[in-house]
C-alpha cells in the first residue's frame, strides 16, 4: 500500500481536523505528543503520513503532489490560487474576508477614489476591488496584525478575516463590506485523486457523513 499524505495547516485548524478524522477511524497517536520536534508523523497501519506547514504553503504542496490531500482554510486556497482539487467544505474554522476600517473610510470607499488597502491577501484584494468593484487602489502587503494599519495611518481600509469581530471592534474599526464567507476545505492533489482514488473518495464520503451527522 502507497502512503497517503495529508498536510495540514499549522494551528487551531490541524487540531479540528485532526478531531474530525478520527471520527471516521483515521489517527495519529505520534502527533499528539506535546513536545515533540518532529515534522512528519506516520501511522503505519492505515498508510498514512501526516505534516503541519505553514497555511500559505499548504496549497503548494498539495499542487507538487508532495502531500496528496491538504486541509487549508478558503482564505488561503484563494490567495495562493493553486492547481489543485477543492473537495469538501468542512464547515469548521468559519469567519468572512471583509472591507474593514474607520467608519469615516465608509465614504471614501463607496466614492471609488483611490484609497490605500492594506493585507495578507494581496491577491484577493486585487480581484475584489480590481474585477469586482471596477476601482483602482493601491494594495499594501503586511504580514499580520493587519487592523493596525489604519489606525497608524498606513491605509485607509483593510482586507482581513473577520471572526468574532473583536479585534475590529476593540480597536474602533467595523466592517465595510463583506467580500465573502471562508471555511476550511479539503483539497487534494490532481494526480493522486486519479491514483488513489477509492481511498481518497472514501474519506471525503466519511467526512461527508460526519458532517450530515453534526448537522
Ligand atoms: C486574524 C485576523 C484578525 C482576527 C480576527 O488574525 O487577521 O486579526 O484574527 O478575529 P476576530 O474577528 O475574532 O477578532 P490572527 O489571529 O490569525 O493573527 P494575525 O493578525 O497575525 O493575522
Same mark, same amino acid.
Request: proline share 3%.
Given at each position: 500500500?502507497?502512503?497517503?499524505?495529508?498536510?495540514?495547516?499549522?494551528?487551531?485548524?490541524?487540531?479540528?481536523?485532526?478531531?474530525? $478524522?478520527?471520527?471516521?477511524?483515521?489517527?495519529?497517536?505520534?502527533?499528539?505528543?506535546?513536545?515533540? *520536534?518532529?515534522?512528519?508523523?506516520?501511522?503505519?497501519?492505515?498508510?498514512? +503520513?501526516?505534516?503541519?506547514?505553514?497555511?500559505?504553503?499548504?496549497?503548494?504542496?498539495?499542487?507538487?503532489?508532495?502531500?496528496?490531500?491538504?486541509?487549508?482554510?478558503?482564505?488561503?486556497?484563494?490567495?495562493?490560487?493553486?492547481?489543485?482539487?477543492?473537495?469538501?467544505?468542512?464547515?469548521?474554522?468559519?469567519? *468572512?474576508?471583509?472591507?474593514?476600517?474607520?467608519?469615516?473610510?465608509?465614504?471614501?470607499?463607496?466614492?471609488?477614489?483611490?484609497?490605500?488597502?492594506?493585507?495578507?491577501?494581496?491577491?484577493?484584494?486585487?480581484?475584489?476591488?480590481?474585477?469586482?468593484? !471596477?476601482?483602482? /487602489?493601491?494594495?499594501?502587503?503586511?504580514?499580520?496584525?493587519?487592523?493596525?494599519?489604519?489606525?497608524?495611518?498606513?491605509?485607509?481600509?483593510?482586507?482581513?478575516? /473577520?471572526?468574532?469581530?473583536?479585534?475590529?471592534?476593540?480597536?474602533?474599526?467595523?466592517?465595510?463590506?463583506?467580500?465573502?464567507?471562508?471555511?476550511?476545505?479539503?483539497?487534494?492533489?490532481?494526480?493522486?485523486?486519479?491514483?488513489? !482514488?477509492? *481511498?481518497?473518495?472514501?474519506?471525503?464520503?466519511? $467526512?461527508?457523513?460526519?458532517?450530515? +451527522?453534526? *448537522?
Amino acid at each position: 500500500m502507497n502512503y497517503i499524505t495529508i498536510a495540514l495547516a499549522k494551528g487551531r485548524l490541524a487540531k479540528k481536523a485532526m478531531g474530525m $478524522l478520527e471520527e471516521i477511524g483515521i489517527t495519529c497517536e505520534e502527533m499528539k505528543e506535546p513536545d515533540s *520536534r518532529k515534522l512528519i508523523f506516520t501511522n503505519e497501519k492505515l498508510g498514512l +503520513k501526516f505534516f503541519l506547514a505553514k497555511a500559505n504553503d499548504v496549497p503548494t504542496y498539495v499542487e507538487y503532489g508532495a502531500a496528496d490531500i491538504g486541509i487549508v482554510g478558503k482564505d488561503t486556497i484563494l490567495e495562493e490560487g493553486r492547481k489543485m482539487y477543492e473537495v469538501l467544505d468542512l464547515n469548521m474554522g468559519k469567519c *468572512r474576508m471583509c472591507v474593514a476600517g474607520p467608519e469615516s473610510a465608509r465614504e471614501l470607499l463607496q466614492n471609488g477614489g483611490l484609497i490605500r488597502v492594506a493585507t495578507k491577501y494581496p491577491n484577493i484584494a486585487k480581484d475584489y476591488f480590481y474585477n469586482k468593484r !471596477h476601482q483602482t /487602489v493601491e494594495i499594501i502587503k503586511l504580514n499580520g496584525s493587519i487592523e493596525l494599519a489604519p489606525i497608524v495611518g498606513l491605509s485607509e481600509v483593510i482586507v482581513d478575516i /473577520v471572526e468574532t469581530g473583536a479585534t475590529l471592534r476593540e480597536n474602533g474599526l467595523a466592517v465595510l463590506e463583506e467580500i465573502c464567507p471562508l471555511s476550511a476545505r479539503m483539497v487534494v492533489n490532481q494526480v493522486s485523486m486519479k491514483m488513489e !482514488h477509492e *481511498r481518497i473518495t472514501g474519506m471525503i464520503n466519511g $467526512l461527508r457523513e460526519v458532517l450530515l +451527522k453534526g *448537522r
